[in-house]
């Protein structure tokens, strides 16, 4: 457990508690499962979100600035994990050396 000295913020374990809610309205893990599984669509059915489909970062910018907001969103999120990537992988090449 963590030891924090305040109470974290009810987002926090927002998610948590969704799947407390679920194993506890169908009883079990196993039966929680099933019930996310008979609502979520079959995986050849499953469609992906129509920003994925734009590999060409300059039409995404293009539709940024002409206000579209799912457009800066999908921008603004190619590159932050664009950037954890290159700091993730900074990190890992710096700490190879650590070991010797």
């Known amino acids: 457990r963590l ?6 913020p009810e987002w926090v374990n927002s998610l948590a508690k969704v799947g407390d809610r679920l194993v506890s309205g169908y009883g079990s893990a196993e039966a929680a499962e ?22 060409d970062e300059s039409d995404l910018e293009d539709m940024a600035y002409s206000g579209s907001d799912i457009a800066k969103r999908e ?23 650590e070991d010797l």
């Open 75 to 97: 921008l603004a999120w190619r590159r932050a994990t664009d950037f954890v990537l290159e700091k993730a992988a900074a990190l890992e090449r710096s700490e190879r050396y």
């Open 34 to 55: 099933e019930a996310a599984r008979a609502a979520t669509p079959a995986v050849e059915l499953r469609a992906p979100p129509p920003m994925v489909m734009i590999d």
């Open 3 to 8: 030891k924090l000295p305040e109470e974290p």
